[in-house]
């Protein structure tokens, strides 16, 4: 199924006029982000009350939104987090939702109408903290909002260096996408970007790796999200399916490896049965697909789910088949519920998933090299039970109370320089050694 990875292509007379515009887009942010960086106010610290918090994203499931908003509103440090956005957010203690005027989606669609909310809050409140969800456009929309504003500025990098590399094209943001063939312009443009927030927070260690050997002298942490180890426990029952993939069905995902995956784990074992739990624009074609590979009875198929910890307690392996991937929260939710993972080796995931002692790491991308993996835990009953608890273990160390410290750190009183007017590029660029 060559349409779920990034093709090479060719490019047209078209596509190079559209690189020539994002390069264009590109210089006129950063020439407002320094006017405004010139113009602005001065840093604000917050007083004894806490931090006042701005963010907006797109979010895709609420328990996303918990994992990763919880902690920072839990933080002794925050006073309160207002959240632009469009996606509905169950009430979570101090966490204030804005959702855009529904006339103003209609007149400029959902993203233009969230953004202005976001700007329309961050002027009208005075936040101490503002940032955004990705780097395209949240981000960079949010760096100029605390610029204006006198806050500080933060970036969330969930996607890793997907983000930023080749100029953006692998990362789910739909029109640097079009881009279509690497743009070691843009790229170079985004790195200088990044480089003017005064805090990134990334979900692993290779993404603060790369930020680092990118010349970012601002605070660069790591802090992979909280989950409720009350809630994501182990099943009580006998599994129902042998391996499960959780996530949005984006090609990014390579959704197709896991279904090609079942299909060679089919020969040895008949009765496999695996389920596919999220949504997303590629769901017709991986239906279509499974068909194609004669999977089709063998794979469920079930569509965005709220209750996602049920999908897990009834499964007994978890399989990530990503091309790039930060430290998915779903894999979290897997490993605390006693499942092993076998996941590709790629991004943030070996932050959690040790080769052979609580899953596997696959580095062909093949459907047959992830079948390797599922079969050596499926047929070895005392290997799965010890890969399992020692799953469990590993991602303990996620729960709850450890990201709410974490963040009390982040915002703790001696956490920042002295207030004073940011400066426009913190440091000279340098290339990033290693890179793959």
Excluded at 131 to 144: E, K, R, S, V, W
């Amino acid at each position: 199924m060559t349409d779920m990875a990034f093709p090479p292509a060719k490019p047209s007379f078209g596509n190079r006029l559209f690189h020539l515009f994002i390069r264009l887009l590109m210089v006129l942010y950063t020439t407002v982000l320094r006017l405004v960086t010139w113009l602005g106010p001065r840093t604000r610290s917050p007083g004894s009350e806490g931090y006042e918090v701005l963010l907006t994203g797109t979010f895709y499931s609420q328990n996303w939104i918990n994992a990763h908003l919880r902690p920072l509103a839990k933080s002794q440090r925050c006073a309160r987090v207002w959240v632009v956005s469009t996606f509905k957010i169950d009430p979570v203690d101090k966490v204030v939702l804005v959702s855009p005027p529904a006339a103003l989606v209609r007149w400029f669609g959902a993203v233009p109408a969230r953004l202005l909310t976001f700007l329309w809050i961050g002027v009208r409140r005075r936040p101490h903290l503002v940032g955004g969800f990705h780097l395209l456009f949240n981000g960079m929309f949010a760096l100029l909002l605390a610029r204006l504003t006198g806050a500080r500025s933060l970036y969330f990098c969930v996607g890793g260096e997907a983000e930023i590399l080749d100029g953006g094209i692998a990362s789910e943001n739909r029109l640097f996408e079009r881009l279509k063939t690497p743009d070691a312009v843009v790229e170079r443009q985004l790195r200088r970007v990044t480089r003017q927030f005064d805090l990134i927070v990334t979900m692993g260690t290779r993404a603060r790796s790369f930020f680092q050997a990118n010349g970012n002298t601002g605070r660069i942490e790591v802090v992979s999200g909280g989950l409720d180890a009350h809630r994501f426990v182990p099943g009580r029952t006998s599994a129902e399916f042998d391996l499960v993939f959780v996530g949005r069905l984006a090609p990014i995902k390579r959704v197709d490896l896991f279904l090609e995956c079942v299909r060679e784990l089919r020969r040895d074992w008949p009765g496999i049965r695996a389920a596919v739990v999220g949504d997303g624009a590629v769901r017709a074609s991986l239906e279509a697909f499974a068909g194609e590979l004669g999977v089709a009875d063998a794979v469920l198929f079930v569509g965005g789910q709220p209750d996602v910890v049920s999908w897990l307690q009834r499964s007994r392996v978890f399989v990530l088949t990503s091309d790039s991937e930060s430290l998915s929260l779903s894999l979290i939710e897997a490993m605390l519920c006693g499942l092993p993972a076998v996941v590709s080796r790629v991004g943030d995931l070996p932050d959690l998933v040790q080769d052979g002692v609580n899953g596997f790491l696959v580095t062909e991308r093949s459907g047959a090299a992830f079948a390797a993996g599922v079969s050596a835990l499926l047929q070895e009953p005392a290997r799965y039970r010890a890969m399992a608890d020692a799953a469990r273990l590993s991602a303990q160390r996620h729960e709850l109370p450890n990201c709410v410290r974490r963040w009390d750190d982040i915002l703790g009183e001696h956490a920042w320089s002295p207030p004073g007017r940011a400066v426009a590029d913190r440091a000279p660029e340098r290339p990033v050694a290693g890179r793959k």
